[in-house]
């Protein structure tokens, strides 16, 4: 079982930056795609950004293509979302999810990833 642990939530002004972070751990053999997703307040849970298993290639969603940025360490236990130029609209749960089998057409789709974190509340004030 995979262990997923986000952090680095907050609250900031527009235009300002945030880092967040997730913690991997447990039976991490074999390679995952890593995602990031959010909900904000009645609405439906929404792709971010994913850096799939095979080569690490990247993929974002269009309203945030240019500002944000997935990353993750070597050692492949942390992940990172770097988000700049934060708008109002960006506020919301977001949640780190690992997939060891979810396939290149389906990375935006929430239910195609098996693993989940508790989600950090990020808050961007006008």
């Not at 235009?15 to 751990?25: A, E, K, N, T, Y």
């Not at 850096?51 to 992940?79: L, P, Q």
């Not at 977001?94 to 935006?108: D, E």
Request: with cysteine; charged share 15%.
């Amino acid at each position: 079982q995979v262990q997923l642990t986000e952090s680095g939530g907050e609250s900031v002004q527009a235009g300002g930056s945030l880092r967040l972070s997730c913690s991997v751990s447990g039976r991490t053999s074999g390679s995952y795609t890593m995602g990031w997703f959010r909900q904000a307040p009645g609405k439906e849970r929404e792709f971010v950004a994913a850096m799939f298993r095979s080569y690490g290639s990247t993929y974002y969603a269009e309203s945030v293509k240019g500002r944000f940025t997935i990353a993750r360490d070597n050692a492949k236990t942390m992940v990172y979302l770097q988000m700049n130029s934060l708008k109002p609209e960006d506020t919301a749960v977001y949640y780190c999810t690992a997939s060891r089998t979810v396939i290149l057409s389906s990375i935006t789709r929430s239910g195609a990833y098996e693993h989940w974190g508790q989600g950090t509340q990020v808050t961007v004030s006008s």
